[in-house]
């Protein structure tokens, strides 16, 4: 198996000398002789595939970057450790990196996930992403909810003298390490800026949802964008579906809405418990909106991206 080492920088323009290095050396040494049987070359293609572009993003600046779960749960978010000590250790306890993984290529960002923590008995998932732009001299990537932070952004239609405390609210204002201020004060000067939102996973076209989900984002010094994902999974839970039907019961308003959480539940159940190699296949999709003060292009305007990784469940 051969590799340009020209095209690999193309693709890879983050990848550093020693990783591609690396990446040569495993290729050149990967077994030339044929399979016995289509079916046995087709599944080590897979795997084969799975494994070069884990090693490929590993060899970004990524790998210079440590804030996954370990970091985030010690640094920036420590209420478990306090709150719920058996929680925080589980996590910990059973963290998984160098998962493999796959992305749609794209031309503004490069994005990985860092490390995931699947814990069963507390019907629990979390995972750690993290985005860079692949032209950090022009581009500055944000969280989008870091825009209007405050939720006090009054746009077209809105009161003619949108100003309070001396605050102008007729501009967009951006959250940053630096503090908070108008989009042109906070970026720097000839730089555009990118904005990435990412709140979901999905498995198998089923989207994973429970009360306590929650998602939290936020820029490093470096200027890569960490997300972390936290997944509840109720309907793991002994006695999901009658509490599903209590509810709509108690609410019969909502009984579209519940009816639409119980059969969606089921679904994800049943792939879970009728796994048979132990490993799941999640997606993550995430939106890329350039600024602009054009309202419609801002919210209408983005681009849609996901990615893909495998991760063990038992």
Same mark, same amino acid.
Not at 132 to 156: K, S
Not at 164 to 193: I, N, Y
Not at 195 to 215: F, K, P, Q, T, V
């Given at each position: 198996?051969?590799?340009?080492?020209?095209?690999?920088?193309?693709?890879?323009?983050?990848?550093?000398?020693?990783?591609?290095?690396?990446?040569?050396?495993?290729?050149?040494?990967?077994?030339?002789?044929?399979?016995?049987?289509?079916?046995?070359?087709?599944?080590?293609?897979?795997?084969?595939?799975?494994?070069?572009?884990?090693?490929?993003?590993?060899?970004?600046?990524?790998?210079?970057?440590?804030?996954?779960?370990?970091?985030?749960?010690?640094?920036?978010?420590?209420?478990?450790?306090?709150?719920?000590?058996?929680?925080?250790?589980?996590?910990?306890?059973?963290?998984?990196?160098?998962?493999?993984?796959?992305?749609?290529?794209?031309?503004?960002?490069?994005?990985?996930?860092?490390?995931?923590?699947?814990?069963?008995?507390?019907?629990?998932?979390?995972?750690?992403?993290?985005?860079?732009?692949?032209?950090?001299?022009?581009?500055?990537?944000?969280?989008?909810?870091?825009?209007?932070?405050?939720?006090?952004?009054?746009?077209?239609?809105?009161?003619?003298?949108?100003?309070?405390?001396?605050?102008?609210?007729?501009?967009?204002?951006?959250?940053?390490?630096?503090?908070?201020?108008?989009?042109?004060?906070?970026?720097?000067?000839?730089?555009?800026? $990118?904005?990435?939102?990412?709140? *979901? %996973?999905?498995?198998?076209?089923?989207? #994973? !949802?429970?009360? &306590?989900?929650?998602?939290? @984002?936020?820029?490093?010094?470096?200027?890569?964008?960490?997300?972390?994902?936290?997944?509840?999974?109720?309907?793991?839970?002994?006695?999901?579906?009658?509490?599903?039907?209590? $509810?709509?019961?108690?609410?019969? *308003? %909502?009984?579209?809405?519940?009816?639409? #959480? !119980?059969?969606? &539940?089921?679904?994800?159940? @049943?792939?879970?418990?009728?796994?048979?190699?132990?490993?799941?296949?999640?997606?993550?999709?995430?939106?890329?909106?350039?600024?602009?003060?054009?309202?419609?292009?801002?919210?209408?305007?983005?681009?849609?991206?996901?990615?893909?990784?495998?991760?063990?469940?038992?």
């Amino acid at each position: 198996m051969k590799l340009d080492p020209k095209r690999l920088q193309q693709h890879y323009p983050l990848m550093t000398p020693e990783a591609e290095s690396r990446m040569l050396n495993l290729i050149h040494g990967l077994p030339s002789q044929m399979e016995e049987k289509p079916m046995k070359r087709i599944a080590l293609r897979t795997i084969l595939i799975f494994s070069l572009i884990t090693i490929l993003l590993c060899g970004t600046a990524f790998a210079l970057v440590n804030q996954g779960l370990e970091w985030y749960y010690n640094h920036r978010f420590t209420a478990y450790q306090t709150h719920e000590p058996e929680k925080y250790q589980a996590i910990i306890d059973n963290l998984q990196s160098d998962l493999p993984q796959n992305s749609q290529t794209n031309d503004e960002i490069a994005i990985a996930v860092q490390n995931a923590a699947w814990i069963a008995d507390q019907h629990f998932l979390a995972v750690s992403f993290i985005a860079a732009p692949r032209d950090p001299d022009t581009v500055e990537l944000h969280p989008l909810w870091n825009l209007d932070a405050d939720g006090a952004y009054v746009g077209d239609g809105g009161c003619e003298a949108p100003e309070s405390d001396g605050v102008e609210r007729s501009v967009h204002w951006l959250w940053t390490q630096e503090g908070f201020g108008p989009v042109s004060d906070m970026v720097a000067p000839g730089k555009e800026l $990118l904005l990435i939102n990412m709140e *979901e %996973l999905y498995l198998e076209g089923y989207r #994973l !949802l429970g009360d &306590g989900s929650s998602a939290d @984002s936020y820029r490093d010094e470096e200027g890569h964008v960490h997300t972390i994902l936290e997944i509840q999974l109720d309907f793991l839970k002994p006695g999901y579906e009658k509490e599903m039907q209590t $509810l709509m019961e108690q609410q019969p *308003e %909502l009984k579209t809405h519940y009816q639409q #959480l !119980l059969e969606q &539940g089921i679904a994800c159940k @049943s792939l879970i418990e009728n796994d048979t190699d132990g490993i799941i296949t999640l997606t993550a999709p995430y939106t890329l909106t350039h600024y602009t003060e054009d309202d419609q292009m801002l919210y209408h305007g983005e681009k849609s991206g996901t990615i893909t990784f495998q991760l063990k469940i038992q």
